[in-house]
Structures are given as C-alpha cells and as structure tokens.
C-alpha cells in the first residue's frame, strides 16, 4: 500500500479493507487472531525496529538521610521501537535502603532547653578558672520550627510560650558545650529532631532546624541549651 500502518500490541484502527471488502489488520495483535493484512508479514514484520535501550546507571543517593527511604535508578533508550516493534521496557528501577549519614547520631540526640532567665555559669556558680576558659569560646544560635509541644509545657509560665509552628532562637554558650564542641541536641538542618524542658517534667516535644549561625546571641526571651 502506499502509506502502510504497522501498530504494535492491538489497535483496531490499524486496519485496512483486504479484496473481498473485508476489514484486515496491521497491528501485532492480529497475529494472535488471525486476521493480518496479506501484505503484513512483508510490509510490517521485516521493516519492524524493536526498542533498545542501554545498561543501568548507578544508584542514587537514599532519599532517607537517616533510617528507611528509597533510591533509584534509570536507563536510556537507545533505539525507539517503530513499524510495531517490540515496547520498551521499564526504564526506573527503585528499591528501598537505609540511610547511614555520619550525622544520624545527631539526628538522635534530645536536646535539654531553658529560658535565657537561666543564663549564668549553671554548671560552676563559682566560676572556677578552669570554666572561665570555655567562657572565652563564642556561643552560636540555632533556629527551630516547633512541630510537637506536649501539654504538660501549658502548666509553666516560660514554657507555655511553646507552641506548634513558632519559631524559637536557642543559644550554644560555652558552659554547655559538650566533648565535641557542639551543644548536645543542636539538630541537623531540615531534619526533625527533639526536645525536652529541663526543669518541666512532661514537657516536651518535636522540631527543625531551619538554620545555624556561628558567633551568634539569641535575642531576649529565647531558650539556651543546657
């Protein structure tokens, strides 16, 4: 024919009329069914291209930075199927994995908070020369996102200020600076972590972090590590 239609899988509109008036054929399907176009093997099964496609690419990174998540994997077509040539096949591969980062331990760690009210050499009132020594390191800020406050923090004055979606300021001084220059509980950006109030049993809860700035103060009223 002069314009001839090859389809692959089963497509009645890929058909045409044969001599006796007849409807015929052209898609893969008819060789199942029996019912192909005279000129199909010649036309269609020769001049079909069958789809190609390359190797696998490599794993992506787990979506999960700590704990269960998933990753993935794609392959390009090389050669696309044409004239009813066999489909491609899938181009995505996924499969689950766990999420190792070095900085998981962080994401474990529960931080202890205070109001600033408590902003004094809790640790060593007497201030002995050895505490007067990490007094001399700057403190940093870590801003938060609070996502879960337990009931229990509605009961107290400073704590009640605690409340789902505020954004809070908590200060690393040096006198809770812990064996790896950081304040124990300081999050990680981006991940949720948690949260207790020292001196309110009960009240505690869930946050982000949404940043960290070195060399840095808290405004009045915010909260300190302990």
Partial sequence: RGSPRCCPGRNNACAELSGPGAPCYCDTHCEKTGDCC???????QQAAVHCVVGS????RECRSL???GSQDRTR??????????????????????FGENPACDT?????????DSFKRDFKDPWRRPHMLVKEKQPS????????QVGAACRLHSWSSQLMRERRVCV????????????????????????????SIAGCQGSWIQESLHEN????????IFV
């Avoid at 199927?81 to 689950?96: A, V």
């Fill in 76 to 97: 390009q077509v090389t050669v696309p199927p044409r004239n009813g040539g066999t489909p491609c096949p899938d181009l995505k591969q996924r499969r689950g994995c």
């Fill in 140 to 147: 940093y800020c870590v801003y938060f996102r609070l996502k």
């Fill in 171 to 198: 200060e690393c001084r040096p006198d809770a600076v812990g064996s790896r220059a950081r304040c124990k509980g300081d999050g990680l950006e981006g991940a949720r972590t948690f949260w207790t109030a020292t």
């Fill in 38 to 44: 005279e000129d199909y093997p010649g036309v269609c």
């Fill in 216 to 223: 840095c103060v808290c405004p009045p009223l915010s909260l």
């Fill in 56 to 59: 696998w690419g490599p794993w």
């Fill in 66 to 68: 700590c704990g269960v």
């Fill in 107 to 115: 994401a474990q760690e529960v931080a202890k908070i205070l109001p």
